[in-house]
């Protein structure tokens, strides 16, 4: 005797899962540009590397002989997969189920912690969530007769606490999230939205124009413009979901399985010494023009290397992935495009990335082209000075190696934001930087009232004195007292720290595991 | 022929008009430059075309992501 007959049903039962929610509720889906979550994951992972787990769980219905008459699947898709050649955990909502919202026992499976985050931690291997579900359903109540206390049973956040301290979690909102699914998506080291189907907000429109009588569409309260551009609670926009598994694979070849390895080094035969010519002459030698630091940070990296994590938001600040010879490192600097001057928004995204690269041992380049702090009424009652210092905070914990490119500006408390003081302090500069507590024209009034005021030609010897200290201001001066560790060609700046880069790896070796921080954040 | 705004990045007042309708630009060209926080901030075309008109003129204050020129590939 043979288990054909079982097997038989096996099957039967498998293809009704691949159904999703019927041949209707695909088409309907389909119809607004969304793939299924199937077809997502067949997209996204390494061609033919999806192994499903689960794919039996849902809901059966029986006759009375015990003849499967119906069956739902459970509206979370999840499994072992492979991107870029290495293994993942991977699992999203099947929207064309209940808009995939879970109750019951298939919770376990996933979505709302569960099967998948377990199996990241077990394992240690990133985790990708594709989020399309709208959370929790007032039906729940109806199905179990009592109302559950949140963060009962399977949808606790612990394990999505403990997974950011170990792997990388990527999420992609892909559809209309609220509620746990936009929770999830947050709980993330790097997360991307599909613009136009996507959407996030802690509560939709008919909720919103039931406490406020305001009457929003889903974009208008939840759309790119607004979670990623202008809130930044989403760090990436994806044009579609095409896009958004390219960026989902480019973030994930940076990152390391865990935090115990190094980030994979992958050389794409960009030669060491190529030194740019183009930067000899990038910066205006009128400190009020500005320049293109995106374009200046392309040539010294290696080629199409640069990766911009919420290239939309706090654009005060870059934050990118790149390599520097083969070697992941971290990426922060000033873009003079928007002035450079550091507003909330750019230090909290500056924050959020030192932390990132701390967490999975990637070396930081500071560009420093920053002339302060956002001053002013509406910058303080955003609490720009909190704000800032704690960024700076959260570099002083680091315990990655880190240089600071002082390009031009590097002034007062934002300035130092960009200086490592726990490590090597290293400074290198270009013959265009300038530094101090704040800039020479602005200080001289300040400091020397006096003096000024009591001078026969008090604006002349205003000038004297704004001469006379933009003197000391000299890199080179800096550079005799070895206050920057160098002042070099900006053409040198790619083999000088690819030199370092490369030297620094064994370090990196050796501070592999879990990090700890103790303190309170500012 | 495609037409393509070119916008602002930051909020400011028109400084300089470095291009004028008619006038033949390349990717990477500086249509206007936006003075903001005492900094000359260059607008710049991503693409290149004909610029079909230019929506504001010298001392004009404008806002980040407005719409400051026109172009047409």
């Known amino acids: 005797m043979s288990w054909q007959a079982e097997i038989d049903e096996l099957d039967r039962r498998r293809a009704m899962a691949e159904a999703c929610g019927g041949v209707e509720a695909v088409a309907k889906h389909r119809a607004k540009g969304k793939l299924t979550v199937r077809e997502r994951i067949a997209a996204l992972a390494d061609r033919g590397s999806f192994r499903e787990v689960g794919k039996l769980a849902g809901k059966a219905t029986y006759d009375a002989s015990g003849q499967l008459t119906g069956f739902e699947p459970a509206p979370y898709v999840m499994g072992l997969a492979r991107i870029n050649g290495r293994p993942v955990a991977i699992g999203g909502e099947d929207y064309t189920i209940r808009a995939g919202t879970g109750f019951g026992s298939d919770r376990r499976k996933g979505g709302q912690g569960g099967f998948i985050e377990d199996l990241a931690f077990e394992y240690r291997i990133p985790l990708v969530n594709l989020i399309d579900g709208t959370g929790g359903t007032v039906n729940t109540a109806k199905r179990k007769g009592y109302t559950v206390v949140p963060g009962y049973g399977q949808d606790g956040v612990e394990r999505s606490v403990d997974l950011l301290g170990i792997v990388p979690v990527v999420s992609a909102v892909m559809g209309t999230t609220a509620g746990g699914p936009s929770m999830r998506a947050i709980l993330a080291h790097w997360s991307i939205m599909v613009k136009g189907t996507g959407q996030i907000f802690a509560a939709g429109p008919p909720v919103v124009e039931r406490a406020f009588g305001e009457k929003l569409h889903k974009d208008e309260l939840g759309g790119t413009k607004v979670a990623v551009d202008t809130a930044g609670t989403i760090d990436n926009v994806a044009d579609n979901e095409q896009d958004c598994f390219e960026q989902i694979r480019r973030f994930l070849s940076y990152m390391p399985q865990n935090v115990w390895e190094l980030p994979p080094v992958e050389n794409v035969g960009d030669p060491v010494d190529r030194c740019e010519d183009a930067l000899a002459s990038i910066v205006p030698r009128s400190s009020r023009q500005a320049y293109n630091m995106k374009k200046l940070v392309g040539l010294i990296v290696d080629r199409d290397s640069l990766f911009e994590i919420q290239p939309t938001f706090g654009k005060a600040v870059i934050t990118a992935l790149a390599r520097m010879n083969g070697k992941v490192v971290g990426i922060v600097a000033s873009n003079p495009m928007v002035g450079g001057i550091m507003d909330v928004k750019a230090a909290r995204k500056q924050g959020h990335f030192t932390e990132l690269c701390d967490m999975f041992n990637i070396p930081l380049i500071l560009f420093a082209d920053i002339p302060g702090l956002m001053v002013g009424r509406e910058s303080e009652a955003d609490a720009i000075l909190r704000e800032g210092v704690r960024a700076r905070y959260i570099l002083g914990q680091a315990r990655v190696p880190m240089f600071t490119v002082i390009v031009r500006k590097c002034y007062g408390v934002a300035g130092g934001g960009f200086i490592d003081r726990a490590g090597l302090n290293f400074k290198i500069a270009w013959p265009s930087g300038e530094w101090g507590s704040l800039p020479v024209e602005g200080g001289v009034k300040a400091a020397y009232r006096k003096e000024i005021d009591s001078a026969a030609d008090p604006a002349a010897r205003e000038r004297e004195i704004e001469a006379e200290l933009k003197q000391l201001a000299s890199p080179f001066r800096t550079a005799e007292a070895f206050a920057i560790e160098d002042l070099i060609d900006p053409r040198e700046t790619r083999p000088y720290l690819c030199q370092f880069i490369d030297a620094l790896q064994g370090r990196l070796a050796s501070q592999l595991g879990p990090k700890y921080r103790a303190g309170v954040r500012p | ?73």
């Not at chain 2, 495609?2 to 630009?25: F, M």
């Not at chain 2, 390349?26 to 008109?53: A, F, H, N, Q, Y």
């Open chain 2, 1 to 73: 022929m495609a037409r393509i705004e070119v916008k602002s990045e930051i909020t400011g007042t028109v400084w300089q008009l470095k291009a004028q309708p008619g006038d033949k630009v390349e990717g990477g060209d500086v249509l206007i430059v936006i003075e903001s926080m005492k900094m000359e901030i260059p607008v710049i075309t991503e693409d290149g075309g004909t610029v079909k008109e230019i929506l504001v003129k010298e001392k004009d204050p404008v806002a980040e992501g407005q719409v400051v020129a026109i172009i047409e590939e």
